[in-house]
């Protein structure tokens, strides 16, 4: 059992959510907590690379503690990669999510919270992941291969890229004239905000246990 059980503890999970832009993931999380679709979970914190993310201003409505920490501010990557993790460790994390984090993760943050950090991807891993598919050129490749289905899919972080173990995956259908943008959008609706809230709830309840590469799902 992961020891991000809360429902053991009796105590919520605290989760610090990373964002970078929009922030609909994010928002999928906050309506999530309060509508009941995710229990035993409290958002300690969301911390943004990109000051002008919208994300930010749907944590500040919901009155949600947040932060900028953009490596333009500091002389170094590495001094960066500290600070990060500093703000970070300040909230105290059971879990991280990454939502839309488009900043590469320090090396050392990977190896402390070790499946106790979860990322959404757009794609049905282990098609269209790894470096350079991020954002619309998921999509985008998608389309140009042709396939008829693709989805998104939650994942513990490791040190490679899109290489964790699997927690949960939705398959979205392609349609007759979809751009990127469209296929984006229904993804989004269909896929992401709907696995992403599933797999914290999951976590918060003692529910996935992960095995070697992969995860077993608790009933
Ligand atoms: C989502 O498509 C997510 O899968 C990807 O980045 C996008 C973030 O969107 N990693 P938002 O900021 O949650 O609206």
Known sequence: MLNTDASESGKNLRIV???????????????????????NTEIAGVISNNKNAYALTRAEKNHIPNQCVSPKDYESRDIFNEKLLE?????????????????????????????????????????????????LKVH??????????????????????????????????????????????????QAEWKILPQAIDLIANGRVRVEGNQTKILS
């Open 17 to 39: 959510v990373m964002v970078s832009g929009g922030g609909t993931n994010l928002q999928a999380i906050i309506d999530g907590v309060r509508n009941g679709r995710i229990t």
């Open 87 to 135: 703000a970070v460790a300040s909230y105290e994390p059971d879990l991280i999510v990454l939502a839309g984090f488009l900043v590469v993760i320090p090396p050392a943050m990977i190896r402390k919270y070790e499946n106790r950090m979860i990322n959404i991807h757009p794609s049905l891993i282990p098609s269209f992941c790894g470096r350079g598919y991020y954002g």
């Open 140 to 189: 985008e490749a998608a389309l140009e291969r042709g396939v008829k289905v693709v989805g998104a899919t939650v994942h513990f972080v490791d040190e490679g890229t899109d290489t964790g173990p699997i927690i949960l995956q939705k398959a979205v259908e392609v349609e007759p004239g979809d751009t990127p943008e469209t296929l984006q959008k229904r993804v989004m609706e």
